[in-house]
């Protein structure tokens, strides 16, 4: 087990997580570690439309931003207006989100995957952290720290 801090810097072990991390704490660790940190909360979020919003809102993504899966990835692989060492989204609120729509959830967290991979290939960690709620796990590696 290892701290945020030397884990988050590592591309090549940035991926899509979940885990029970305060998401302060996770922006801190970003923050020390020259990384950008963003909560993007899917409580109100509907459907995949709410989803792009949220993303869209919270990564301040260009007015050319398309709404659907394709310009998803093309903006997430591109984050030029960010300039960044490296990015971590911290999904918040996924449980009902998850519950009323499995299938842009999952898709959204395989477009997430392919993400990372991409970053992990200029060697800029891309992470993508679910937070747990009571009662609920997505279906995903943990993040454990010592």
């Known amino acids: 087990m ?3 801090l030397s884990l988050l810097p590592n591309s090549k072990r940035a991926g899509v997580y979940r885990a029970r991390i305060d ?10 570690t020259g990384l950008q940190a963003y909560k993007i909360d899917l409580a109100k979020a509907r459907g995949k439309l ?11 993504f260009p007015g050319y931003f398309g709404k659907n899966w394709d310009a998803l990835n093309d903006c997430l ?7 960044g060492n490296g990015w971590v989204l911290i999904l918040r609120n996924g449980k009902s989100f998850a519950a009323k729509y499995p299938d842009e959830f999952d898709m959204a967290l395989d477009l997430f995957d392919g993400v990372t991979v991409c970053w ?16 609920w796990t997505a279906d995903l590696p943990e993040i454990l720290l010592s």
């Open 2 to 4: 290892e701290s945020l």
């Open 23 to 32: 998401s302060d704490e996770i922006i801190a660790a970003a923050q020390t």
């Open 50 to 60: 709410g989803l792009f919003d949220a993303l869209a809102k919270a990564l301040r």
């Open 77 to 83: 692989t591109d984050l030029a207006w960010l300039n």
């Open 120 to 135: 992990r290939e200029d060697g800029k960690p891309f992470w993508v952290i679910v937070q747990d709620q009571q009662g």
